[in-house]
């Protein structure tokens, strides 16, 4: 809850371009199945959980931009 991430797409965040990981997956809250490799157009809802690859780093840098 509160996350800048919410209610924006994925191509207007830039997180693989802001932290240099890279998106895997989405699993919206409520659905059974990921949606792999989702493009920039998809929507960050409240609940939702990212899948990425990165290292602890990139996981910091993500941290520090969701707050």
Known sequence: PGSELCGRILAELQLPQRTGLL???????GAVHHRYN???????????????MCSPQQVQALRELTG
């Open 38 to 52: 989702p493009g920039g157009g998809t929507f960050i809802a409240e609940g939702d959980v990212l899948v990425v």
């Open 23 to 29: 998106i895997l997956a989405l699993l919206s809250k």
